[in-house]
């Protein structure tokens, strides 16, 4: 079930290698045996994979256009639920009528970004009932610029701990949502490490993996650094800031599955250490022409091959 591949996140020697094969066993077995097991654990591998969803940014052009049909033809791709980004259509003021046509289409609320204004104290008695009724129960801050800002964050962690113990009150998890930047240098480690090392091990910190990979670092190693931390995780194909198209390469995209990405190992080190609930698909390109429904299938498709292939 915990097969960790070996990193080949970017194969231009970007990165180093956080996970290995683990040594096969001395004890011989038959082909009878071998394929039991093999059986076995990929049965095990199947019940554990978390549920998937989409971050409803991907498609944002589509949701102003037509809101429903939009989550309509979400709903059809075989995703289980949908992580919002401000974009409510008609039932800004419902969220009980969202929840409901939503569970019209047997889907649910993975999840919300919210930036912080949302939470202050003019807004923080709406949101969160708005978030509660709607039935989401992790809200992620998607950015902030004093993120990677050395004099300033501190401050925002500060701030994310203070709303952290508020919204747990509430009965909603809080967390913050990776770009490249947080992954720049900070006090010999990164600003990613700043804020995980300084607030508390249930808040959580939603990786995006293609941010991480479009940074050229690697998402298996800082899964593996804050077990349990990695609940909700964005499965994004970005290809790393420096990738160059070389007859070697030729064909890669950002679409999941024909990205630079091992994602299986990702995947495995979201259900071994992450505690990860959720992958969240999210596309922010649209290569060759596809339009974001499109290219939102496409990825659906590679992430489901994957899955299947572990």
Not at 11 to 32: Q, R
Request: aromatic share 10%; with cysteine; hydrophobic share 40%.
């Amino acid at each position: 079930m915990n097969r960790l591949s070996s990193i080949s996140l970017i194969t231009l020697a970007l990165i180093g290698a956080a996970c290995t094969d683990p040594a096969p066993s001395s004890t011989a077995m038959t082909a009878t045996q071998s394929t039991d097991s093999t059986s076995q654990a990929h049965a095990q591998t199947s019940a554990s994979i978390p549920k998937i969803s989409v971050q409803l940014y991907s498609v944002k052009e589509d949701l102003k256009a037509d809101f429903k049909q939009t989550l309509t033809q979400i709903a059809a791709m075989g995703f289980s639920g949908v992580e919002f980004a401000g974009d409510f259509g008609p039932y800004a003021d419902d969220p009980q009528g969202l929840k409901t046509y939503l569970e019209s289409l047997g889907l649910q609320a993975s999840g919300a970004h919210v930036r912080l204004k949302h939470f202050n104290a003019d807004n923080f008695a709406s949101s969160v009932a708005f978030y509660q009724t709607l039935g989401v129960d992790s809200v992620i801050v998607p950015w902030d610029e004093r993120a990677n800002d050395p004099e300033k964050i501190n401050e925002l962690v500060s701030d994310l701990n203070k709303l952290n113990k508020q919204l747990k009150a509430e009965g909603l998890r809080f967390g913050y949502h990776n770009h490249d930047e947080e992954f720049e240098t900070y006090q010999q480690h990164t600003f990613w490490d700043q804020i995980a090392r300084n607030t508390t091990d249930d808040f959580v910190m939603q990786m995006d993996v293609g941010w991480v990979a479009y940074a050229e670092k690697n998402p298996v190693l800082y899964i593996n650094r804050y077990p349990n931390r990695t609940q909700t995780t964005h499965f994004k194909a970005k290809l790393p800031k420096s990738f160059v198209a070389t007859e070697e390469f030729a064909g890669k995209r950002a679409i999941i599955g024909e990205d630079m990405t091992d994602w299986p190992a990702v995947i495995n080190s979201n259900i071994a250490v992450g505690g990860t609930q959720w992958f969240v698909v999210e596309q922010e390109e649209y290569p060759d022409g596809l339009t974001p429904l499109e290219a939102v299938a496409l990825s659906k498709k590679g992430l489901d091959r994957i899955i299947e292939k572990l």
